[in-house]
């Protein structure tokens, strides 16, 4: 929702930090996650390094309004999810963020959320869709070739993305209200982390397979655990009618 759009920025500046200039980093030069590109392109054409330095709040809510939260359609995603989505853009693109709420909504991977995404995704639990997201966004991550650099900071991350957008869905303006008025406690400060994989070519056109959910595999576990110990009553019950009488069946 539109009204998320101050408290989502406000905890994806928490995680993307202040200045950063590492040259393991494929988006370059970056201020309060606004890469020296995006701030030429949207705020000053022939800006320079101590330009972006110096960014405004007002400058840098323009730059992820425009080029994040509109791209990603934030304003008219239910809430919780809106803030997952976009905290996955501005960390990975919005392209890649678009087509991977797509996979998880099951709807055509075309990158752009339009009325066919938005139905979806206000159909779905909005609880569902965060983890399956987040899930999906951090089996992207484990595969990048920067993970062993970056991978406890983008772990961090997405746990606090998590947290953050189930609360979000759960109590709408209870969150706004922590998000904008109090300090974050130390489990939701992430450390600040280089775009993952933002900096790539262009997102493939390929069908995103997600990962086996974590509840997934959980079931999966108990089933197994349920054949096993019938196999085992089966096996008893077997030779139950010797055991009965004190002679072992062979």
């Known amino acids: ?30 201020m309060k ?20 330095r110096a960014i405004s709040d007002e400058q840098v809510a323009t730059v992820y309004r425009r080029f994040y939260w509109d791209a990603i359609v934030g304003a008219e995603l239910p809430d919780g999810v809106d803030y997952a989505v976009f905290d996955f853009a501005v960390n990975s693109g919005p392209g890649r963020a678009a ?8 709807v055509g991977q075309d990158g752009r959320i339009g009325p066919a995404t938005l139905a979806a995704a206000r159909t779905k639990p909005t609880g569902v869709v965060i983890d399956a997201l987040c899930d999906a966004r951090l089996a992207f991550l484990e595969k990048l070739s920067t993970w062993p650099s970056f991978g406890r900071g983008w772990s961090a991350r997405v746990a606090s993305v998590r947290r953050q957008a189930l609360l979000m869905s759960a109590a709408p303006s209870a969150a706004g209200e922590s998000a904008s008025s109090e300090p974050a406690s130390g489990d939701d400060i992430t450390p600040a982390a280089t775009p993952a994989g933002a900096g790539s070519p262009a997102v493939s056109d390929a069908p995103i397979a997600l990962p ?14 349920i054949a096993l110990a019938l196999g085992s009553l ?9 055991d009965l009488f004190g002679v072992f069946c062979q």
Do not use: I
Request: charged share 20%.
């Open 33 to 52: 996650g606004v890469t020296l590109v995006n701030f030429r392109r949207y705020v000053k054409a022939d800006a320079t390094k101590a330009d972006l």
């Open 234 to 242: 089966t096996a008893w019950a077997t030779h139950l009618p010797c």
């Open 99 to 106: 087509r991977y709420l797509q996979a998880v909504l099951g």
């Open 212 to 225: 086996k959910s974590a509840s997934s595999a959980k079931a999966a576990g108990v089933l197994a655990l």
């Open 1 to 30: 929702m539109d009204r998320n759009f101050a408290r989502a920025l406000s905890l994806v500046l928490k995680s993307e930090g202040g200045w950063s200039d590492n040259p393991a980093d494929p988006g370059g030069a970056t």
